[in-house]
C-alpha cells in the first residue's frame, strides 16, 4: 500500500484506508503559541481576538480530534522522546515494518511557511501569555484531558518506566 503523508493544523475528511495521526498539546502552550505565531508574522493584528478564535478553533478540533483521528500523540513524548515517537508512527502506519534509522534532525524557522521553530523566539510572546491568563480553559482541559485518556493514544511503551 503507498503511503502518502500530508501535514495539516486543520480538520479533514478521513479517505478509506487512511490512518488519521494528530497531536495532543495542553491548551495553555497550544493558545500561547498559535498566537504568538500569527502575530509575530502580521496575520492578525490583535491579541485578544486571536486569542478567542484560536480557542474556539481548539474546541472545535479537540472535538474533532477525539471523535475522528485513529492515533493521538501526546506533545510531550515528542518533545522528550522526538526520535522513539517518529520510530512508532513509522511502524503504526506502516511506513516501516521494522526499526528505521532517523538520523539527527535540526528544527528551524520556516519563514516561508510563516512558521516559528518556538513560538518563544516571538517578541509577542510574552505578551500573549500574560493575555492567556485571563482565558476560561475549563472546558478546552477537559477535551485535552480526555484526548490524553482515549485508547487512541500512541503508547512509547507497554506499561515500562523507560522507552
Do not use: C
Not at 474533532?64 to 513509522?90: G, H, Q, S, W
Not at 534509522?101 to 535540526?106: K, L, T, Y
Amino acid at each position: 500500500m503507498a503511503v502518502s503523508l500530508t501535514k495539516t493544523h486543520q480538520a479533514v475528511n478521513k479517505k478509506e484506508n487512511q490512518i488519521l495521526v494528530s497531536i495532543a498539546r495542553n491548551p495553555v502552550d497550544t493558545i500561547l503559541s498559535a498566537t504568538a505565531m500569527v502575530v509575530h508574522y502580521g496575520l492578525e493584528s490583535s491579541i485578544t481576538e486571536t486569542l478567542r478564535h484560536i480557542s474556539n478553533q481548539y474546541l472545535d478540533y479537540y472535538n474533532y480530534m477525539i471523535k475522528e483521528v485513529d492515533v493521538i500523540i501526546n506533545f510531550y513524548d515528542i518533545e522528550k522522546y522526538p526520535k522513539e515517537t517518529l520510530v512508532r508512527i513509522a511502524q503504526m502506519t506502516g511506513v516501516v515494518n521494522r526499526n528505521p534509522v532517523i538520523s539527527d534532525f535540526e528544527l528551524a524557522d520556516l519563514v516561508e511557511n510563516r512558521h516559528l521553530h518556538t513560538s518563544k523566539n516571538s517578541v509577542y510572546y510574552d505578551k500573549v501569555k500574560n493575555k492567556v491568563k485571563d482565558l476560561n480553559l475549563e472546558k478546552h482541559f477537559v477535551l485535552y484531558e480526555h484526548a490524553l485518556a482515549s485508547t487512541k493514544l500512541l503508547k512509547l511503551w507497554d506499561g515500562q518506566d523507560h522507552v
